[in-house]
């Protein structure tokens, strides 16, 4: 485990790493400072014509469907990391119409794996080890100046790595909209993200469905106060709200960005700039419509012995993942902040490319900053 851990650390860094699998080794070099030098770097040492590796969601921007998650399009000699980074990050970008994509092998499929894992944009240009330079290459990793990682370690990284939350420490911190509120802190097993469950009010006296908000971390807008989204305003009117109500849970969730980091939503909000919208800024940049799930968010809950709950969100899915994970969602409740003129656009494409239920938002009959008075019944 250990070992993918800095397979992933050396990939933030921009270095080149080796993915064993049974099929063929692969040398990886991330799309993130992927130049000139590094392409012929990586096809010297790999001994094969470079691929470039991305995600079905990439390939969709280029024009091309495919059913494998993870695809690579041959690169040739003359491509220059110019044009590569173009293909997997660009948002106008067209693969010449004679280069046909193919399936990715495990290394691969691994290698972009640890790419997600990381934050970083999910694309990589990778190299299948040749016989011929297979002594080369394993002179490097034994001499430390590559790392090498198992595709089956990273598969197994990759399914458990969330699970096992370990609560480090808590304290009393009262908040302007709720005295009474405890910060619960908890690990993830690898040490990698920490996400904090803000416990307001006594647990004995919460009602039977305790209220609960499942808040996905927002720098620019929860502490910024970004106009561009409404997040900063929901989160202190959740609070508010837990409180008004008895008391609650409020999960932060180290999920920036829908899952996709801050670094990468910087990235997609230029694309936004430039006329996509938020769901299509993600797609070129080979993300999903949202790449969050909720398996830490049931694991907090669990620990904190909450099984049914009333919901805070205008999000169809957090409901479903609450139901799929067995917490009973009693009630949803609408969480609004105010709309501006910054916003409008984000949350109009919530509401029509991710099914929020933000009408009343929209059309300008909900009070903004508030929680809604509504007792809507849970989609389902
Ligand atoms: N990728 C991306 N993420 C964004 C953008 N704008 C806001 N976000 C992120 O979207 C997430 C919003 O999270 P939440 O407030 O939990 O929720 P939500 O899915 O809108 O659902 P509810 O607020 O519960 O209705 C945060 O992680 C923000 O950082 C954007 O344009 N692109
Ligand atoms: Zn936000």
Same mark, same amino acid.
């Given at each position: 485990m250990r070992q993918v851990e800095r397979a992933i650390f050396d990939l933030r860094r921009g270095l080149p790493v080796l993915v064993r699998a049974a099929n063929s080794d692969v040398l990886v070099h991330p799309l993130? +400072?992927? %130049?000139d030098e590094a392409l012929a770097a990586l096809h010297a040492l790999s001994g094969n014509e470079p691929a470039l590796a991305v995600t079905r969601h990439r390939l969709a921007r280029l024009g091309l469907d495919t059913a494998d998650r993870i695809v690579r399009i041959p690169l040739d000699p003359a491509d220059t990391a110019e044009e590569v980074v173009a293909w997997a990050s660009a948002e106008k970008s067209a693969l010449p119409p004679e280069i046909t994509p193919q399936s990715a092998n495990e290394g691969t499929v691994a290698a972009l794996d640890m790419m997600r894992i990381g934050l970083l944009i999910p694309a990589a240009v990778v190299g299948d080890v040749s016989d011929a330079q297979r002594a080369r290459v394993e002179t490097l990793v034994a001499d430390g100046s590559i790392l090498a990682v198992a595709a089956e370690q990273v598969d197994a990284y990759a399914e458990t =790595?969330?699970?096992?939350?370990k609560r480090t420490s808590d304290a009393e911190i009262p908040l302007?909209? @709720?005295?009474r509120a405890r910060f619960v802190m908890f690990r993830e097993a690898d040490g990698m993200r920490e996400h904090i469950a803000i416990v307001i009010g006594d647990p004995n006296d919460w009602s039977d469905a305790v209220p609960v908000r499942l808040h996905s971390a927002c720098l620019t807008g929860d502490?910024? +106060?970004?106009? =561009?989204? %409404?997040c900063g305003e929901q989160l202190r009117e959740s609070v508010r709200a837990i409180d008004e109500r008895g008391g609650g849970v409020l999960l932060y969730l180290a999920q920036e960005g829908r899952g996709i980091g801050l670094a990468n939503k910087l990235r997609a909000y230029t694309l936004q700039d430039g006329g996509l919208d938020t769901v299509d800024a993600d797609h070129v940049l080979g993300f999903g419509d949202d790449e969050r799930t909720y398996g830490v968010a049931l694991e907090m809950l669990e620990q904190l012995e909450i099984e049914r709950i009333e919901l805070l969100t205008n999000n169809p899915e957090k409901i479903a993942a609450m139901d799929q994970g067995g917490v009973e969602v009693v009630n949803r409740r609408g969480i609004y902040g105010k709309l501006t003129k910054q916003n409008r656009r984000y949350l109009d494409a919530k509401a029509? =490319? @991710? +099914?929020?239920?933000l009408e009343d938002v929209l059309n300008g009959s909900e009070e903004a900053g508030r929680v809604t008075a509504l007792q809507r019944p849970a989609a389902r």
């Open positions: 993130e +400072g992927c %130049d =790595r969330s699970n096992f939350l302007s909209h @709720a005295e502490l910024f +106060g970004s106009l =561009r989204c %409404d029509k =490319r @991710a +099914g929020h239920w």
